[in-house]
Structures are given as structure tokens and as C-alpha cells.
């Protein structure tokens, strides 16, 4: 569930973060008006684009059946976690100057249908993300978790609106520098974690030879299937009993990341 909520709410802030942003540049110009018209108009057309993925996808599933399912399934799972980690890694190299990029933007749009058009792509490419990620978590769920996703999922666009509000107020111990900070690290422990799993369905689907099963044996003290093991299985991709390919997988997984991350603030030190 905590997987869900942190996806949506950080997902949501974002698409906050830039309406938000375009708010602050329409009330300096000339017509405010007729501007803030246009960009609520693009708020709904990227919503609508949106939900339209959300159909789609779900069509598309329902045009699948056994190991076909699977492979489909198997898929979102980890397209889900390598947008994850574009995101993060978009946001650690952008995020300083995603502001003054977004008002340039807004400066070249022409009138209030370009401004709809920009808050329209940037809103759709934040839901079409989170529908993706949602699909990738509840492909992963039991029957009986579909009902607690979904209001994690609520309860994290919730506190994301809060958030925004907050920060939108100047509250001082809040910043978007910090919050995006703390949640990129929780984006990728759910990156390792929807990694994992596709990695654990690629074994069941002898796509990958497990090397050795298992590494060790951590059931006794903590298991995978229930309780505090359970939560740490959906969100960082615990396993009481590993497969050494799971192990090789998640290893390979944060040596790239650290490597990514350190090489991303030298050259913006360098710069």
C-alpha cells in the first residue's frame, strides 16, 4: 500500500508543481484571465488523455489470456520500474531549473491555447506515469488488496494537494527541494522493488535461471507473505528465501543508480 500512496503522491505533486508554476507566470501577464481559462482547460484535457491510457491498458489486458497475460503483465512491470527511475533521474538533472524551462515555455506559447497545450502535456505525461506505475502495482496485488491500492492511492493525492498548498503558503520547514530529495530515494527502493518482482516472474516463466535457490533461508524470523515482511517485500523488494539472480538483479540495480546519481552531480558541480 505505502508503494501506491508514495507514487501517487509525488506523481501528483509534480503535476501540481508545474501548474502552480504557470499560475505564478499568467498573474504577471497582460491577461490573466483569459490565460488561467486556457490552463484549466489543459489540466482537464490531460486528465481526460489520462484516463483514456487507463481504458486503453485495460483493454488491452482483457485481450490477453494465460502465459500471454503474464508476458503482458510482466511487461508494465517493468516499464513501470524504469520509469521510475527516468523520472528520478529527470527530476535530479532538471530540478533546479524546471521553472524557468517551464516559463520559457509558457513565454513561447501562443496565447491561452498554447498554454493549455503545455499544461495539458505536462499533466498527461504525470498521469499517463502514475496509471502505468498503479498497473505495474496492482499486476503484483492479491484480489483482496485492489480495494486498500486504490485508497492508498487516493490518500496520496490528497496529501499531495496538501503539500502544494503548504509550500504554495512559504511554510519554511517545508521545501520541494527537500520533499523530492527524500522521496527520490523511495521512488527507487520501489523501483528495486518492481524489478524484483519481474525478475521472480521471469524465473516462474523459465525466462531466467535462478543460480542458486535459495542464497538463504530468512523465513523463520521474518517472512515474505505477511506482516512487516510483507511490507517490505512491496516496497523494497524483500524476499526471505532469494534467488541469487534476484540478488545479482537488485546489486546491478543500485550500483547503476549510484553511478548515474554521482555522475549527474559532477557534471552539474563541473557546470
Do not use: C
Amino acid at each position: 500500500m505505502l508503494n501506491a500512496f508514495v507514487v501517487v503522491w509525488r506523481e501528483s505533486l509534480e503535476a501540481m508543481l508545474v501548474i502552480g508554476v504557470l499560475l505564478s507566470w499568467i498573474a504577471r501577464q497582460a491577461q490573466p484571465g483569459v490565460l488561467r481559462r486556457g490552463l484549466w482547460l489543459g489540466v482537464l484535457a490531460g486528465v481526460a488523455l489520462a484516463m483514456l491510457l487507463g481504458f486503453a491498458t485495460y483493454a488491452a489486458q482483457g485481450q490477453f489470456a494465460g502465459q500471454s497475460l503474464e508476458v503482458f503483465q510482466l511487461a508494465m512491470v517493468l516499464i513501470a520500474s524504469a520509469l521510475i527511475v527516468q523520472m528520478v533521474l529527470w527530476m535530479h538533472r532538471h530540478g533546479r531549473t524546471m521553472k524557468r524551462e517551464l516559463e520559457a515555455q509558457a513565454a513561447r506559447a501562443a496565447g491561452a491555447w498554447g498554454i493549455g497545450a503545455v499544461t495539458a502535456m505536462a499533466v498527461a505525461r504525470e498521469g499517463a506515469e502514475t496509471v502505468v506505475f498503479l498497473y505495474g502495482l496492482f499486476a503484483e496485488a492479491g484480489p483482496g488488496q485492489l480495494a486498500r491500492l486504490s485508497g492508498a492511492a487516493v490518500a496520496g493525492f490528497v496529501l499531495a494537494a496538501a503539500t502544494s498548498w503548504i509550500v504554495a503558503r512559504g511554510a519554511r520547514f517545508l521545501s520541494y527541494r527537500t520533499l523530492f530529495r527524500a522521496s527520490a530515494i523511495a521512488l527507487l527502493l520501489i523501483a528495486n522493488a518492481l524489478l524484483v518482482n519481474g525478475v521472480d516472474r521471469m524465473i516462474a516463466m523459465d525466462w531466467l535461471p535462478p543460480l542458486l535457490d535459495p542464497v538463504w533461508d530468512m523465513s523463520a524470523v521474518l517472512e515474505d507473505s505477511r506482516g512487516a515482511g510483507r511490507l517490505l517485500a512491496d516496497f523494497v523488494g524483500y524476499r526471505a528465501r532469494p534467488a541469487g539472480i534476484l540478488l545479482a538483479a537488485s546489486l546491478a540495480f543500485w550500483t547503476l543508480m549510484l553511478w548515474r546519481l554521482g555522475r549527474l552531480d559532477r557534471t552539474r558541480s563541473s557546470a
